[in-house]
């Protein structure tokens, strides 16, 4: 079972590094696991060096082959860390996902203007979210 207190303390970390972004120092590919995560393996693991220049460990989430390198930028997201039993306390914590494009406000080449548009609005809904 997950202590809430200990969540209950993890909040101030979590809070500090929640949408701060940064670059892939170095991975690894977890293929053996604990019981608790046995069912996300494989996953990646990333060192990040974040813009202010300390470092932090996470999981690597919604990404692709090609992200899995050295120098990827990323940015720290909230997603559930555990699987507990159904009357626990739900884990929250901070795992690192790619920064593509698309979130960096770039837009793709060939769009019609109004299409174009709609991507730009959709992009400033999505960018502000992170």
Known sequence: MISPVKIWRRQK????LLGKRGTV????EIMIASQEFKKFVPFP????????????VGQLVDYEEADLK????V???LRKTKEGER???IAYGIKFKPLYPSYAGL???GLS????????RANSFVSGIF
């Open 107 to 109: 837009q793709p080449k």
């Open 13 to 16: 970390q979590i809070s500090r």
């Open 87 to 89: 009357e626990d306390v």
């Open 45 to 56: 693991v990333v060192i990040v060096k974040l813009d202010n220049g300390n470092k932090a």
């Open 25 to 28: 120092i170095t991975w690894t």
């Open 75 to 77: 940015v720290a997201v």
């Open 70 to 73: 050295i120098g990827t930028k």
């Open 113 to 120: 203007k109004q299409l174009r548009g709609s991507y730009t």
